[in-house]
């Protein structure tokens, strides 16, 4: 498809259990972002990718956290020992580029995974 | 630390009717604020982005923005709703950070009525 693709679209684990999300952006995007959108702390930034560069990581919430882009497209976040809080959607966004003339391209969102800690 | 602030949780407007979405932002340097749409389960679409000099932007599905730099608002605009904008809309700033990630607002849900 020509959008965001993000899977799996929901999952429910148990706390403790690790789970993995994964994003695979519009093709030719350079730059990759995780976000996550919860009742209580609405939509935060967790991770950024561009390129080659090393990730930003200043939005992930705690070291259970983590994500890496492999090959500069597909993307995977995984949380370890989960627990209740981490319950939220995880959306996944792409953009052409961050930089110089092009730095207000928008960024296009996936749907989103839909995780639930018991 | 930037801010964006939706005052409003839920605006209520009748089809045919014009409509504002009402956004203002905290932002260190040169603001670049967009509007996002968000339909349920689904992701959020991007609906219009600020660019330099136009103080009134225009967007998909017939929406608009107003930029006010001496306010720092970007209201969101439509001169006539539709049942179909009912939707979640989330205004956003792109970071001072190199990546520009986007701080969003808390989000507005938009309700037209027939």
């Known amino acids: 498809g020509a959008g965001v693709s993000q899977s799996p679209s929901n999952k429910v684990t148990e706390k403790g259990k690790d789970v993995e999300l994964r994003c695979d952006p519009i093709s030719g995007h350079t730059a990759l972002y995780w976000y996550r959108q919860s009742l209580g702390q609405g939509l935060e930034f967790l991770i950024y990718f561009q390129g080659n560069s090393a990730p930003d990581k200043s939005g992930l919430p705690s070291d259970r956290f983590s994500a890496e882009r492999t090959g500069g497209s597909v993307s995977t976040l995984t949380i370890q020992r989960t627990q209740q809080e981490d319950s939220a959607v995880y959306l996944c966004?792409?953009?052409?580029?961050?930089?110089?003339?092009?730095?207000?391209?928008?960024?296009?969102f996936g749907d989103g995974t839909r995780l639930s800690i018991l | 630390a930037q801010s964006v602030a939706q005052p409003e949780d839920q605006v209520n407007v009748a089809e045919g009717n014009p409509l504002t979405v009402k956004c203002t932002y905290s932002v260190s340097g040169n603001p670049y604020p967009f509007w996002y749409v968000q339909y349920p389960n689904r992701g959020l679409q991007f609906l219009l982005k600020y660019i330099t000099g136009d103080n009134l932007v225009k967007g998909s599905y017939g929406f608009e923005a107003e930029f006010n730099k001496s306010q720092t608002s970007f209201h969101l605009k439509k001169p006539s709703a539709l049942v179909s904008d009912s939707a979640l809309y989330f205004c956003?700033?792109?970071?001072?950070?190199?990546?520009?990630?986007?701080?969003f607002g808390g989000g507005t849900r938009l309700m037209v009525k027939p």
């Open positions: 966004a792409s953009s052409l580029s961050t930089g110089g003339g092009d730095s207000n391209q928008p960024q296009h």
């Open positions: 956003a700033v792109r970071g001072p950070r190199a990546g520009n990630m986007l701080t």
